[in-house]
C-alpha cells in the first residue's frame, strides 16, 4: 500500500534498528499493515523508542531506496513514565516484531489489539492485560485450542492442565510443568478474562506467553 505524502499515519513501533553513523530503521505497526522505514539520525530522537505510539508521515515511497519517517510526534500513555509498567510494555510489544516480521498488508485487528491493552495499561495489572491479549489473539488467529485433550497424547486431561507455548493444553507430567486447575483454564480461553484467575497463575501464563507469540 503506497502512502501520499502529507498524510498522518499513527503507528506503534515493534522494532529500532541502527543504521549507519546515526540513522535508524524502524519497524512499524499501523492499522493497515507492517513497514519498514529508514530515519536519518534517528538515533537522536528520544520518540524513535520501542514501543512508542507515533504520528508521522512517509516520504520517499516510490523511490529506489527504502521509505522514509519524517514529522514524527509521540502520542504518549500516562505510564510510560513508570518504569516497571514501562519494562512489561516493550516485553510485550517486541513479541509482536517476529511474528509479524513477514506480514505486510493486515487487518486493523493487530493495531487495536495494542491500542486497548495500552489505554487500560495503567488501570489494570499489565501481566493481566497481556494474558488477555493474547489469548484474543490467539483465538483471532485460528490457533486457540479450547479442548480437554492432551496436544502431546492426545488423551483427556482431568482436573489439572498444563499449558505450553501458544497456550496448548496438555497434561503436567507430560511436558514436566507445575499445572492449573483445567475449569479455571478453559473457562479463561473462553471468557478472555482473568479476573478468577489469582497472581501466581497470571505468573504461569505470563511466562508461557513471553516465550513467544
Not at 36 to 52: C, D, E, K, P, V
Not at 122 to 145: A, F, H, M, W
Request: charged residues 30%; glycine residues 4%; hydrophobic residues 40%.
Amino acid at each position: 500500500m503506497q502512502r501520499k505524502r502529507g498524510i498522518d499515519i499513527k503507528g506503534f513501533i515493534l522494532s529500532v534498528k541502527k543504521a549507519k553513523d546515526e540513522d535508524s530503521i524502524a519497524m512499524v505497526l499501523s492499522p493497515t499493515d507492517v513497514r519498514t522505514y529508514y530515519r536519518f539520525f534517528g538515533a537522536r530522537h528520544s520518540i524513535l523508542q520501542l514501543g512508542n505510539l507515533i504520528d508521522f508521515e512517509v516520504e520517499g515511497e516510490n523511490g529506489r531506496f527504502m521509505p522514509r519517517l519524517r514529522s514524527l510526534s509521540h502520542m504518549g500513555f500516562p505510564w510510560i513514565f513508570d518504569k516497571n509498567k514501562l519494562l512489561l510494555w516493550h516485553n510485550f510489544i517486541k513479541k509482536f516484531e517476529p511474528h509479524l516480521r513477514d506480514a505486510e498488508e493486515i487487518d486493523s485487528f493487530y493495531f487495536n489489539l495494542l491500542l486497548d491493552a495500552a489505554k487500560k495499561w495503567d488501570k489494570q495489572n499489565p501481566k493481566r492485560i497481556i494474558c488477555e491479549s493474547y489469548v484474543t489473539l490467539l483465538e483471532y488467529e485460528g490457533r486457540l485450542y479450547p479442548e480437554e485433550n492432551c496436544f502431546i497424547c492426545e488423551k483427556h486431561i482431568e482436573e489439572d492442565i498444563a499449558l505450553m507455548q501458544a497456550f496448548k493444553p496438555a497434561h503436567p507430567s507430560c511436558i514436566y510443568s507445575p499445572s492449573l486447575p483445567t475449569k479455571k483454564v478453559l473457562d479463561f480461553f473462553k471468557s478472555k478474562k482473568t479476573v478468577f484467575i489469582d497472581d501466581a497463575e497470571i505468573d504461569y501464563l505470563f511466562e508461557i506467553v513471553m516465550k513467544g507469540l
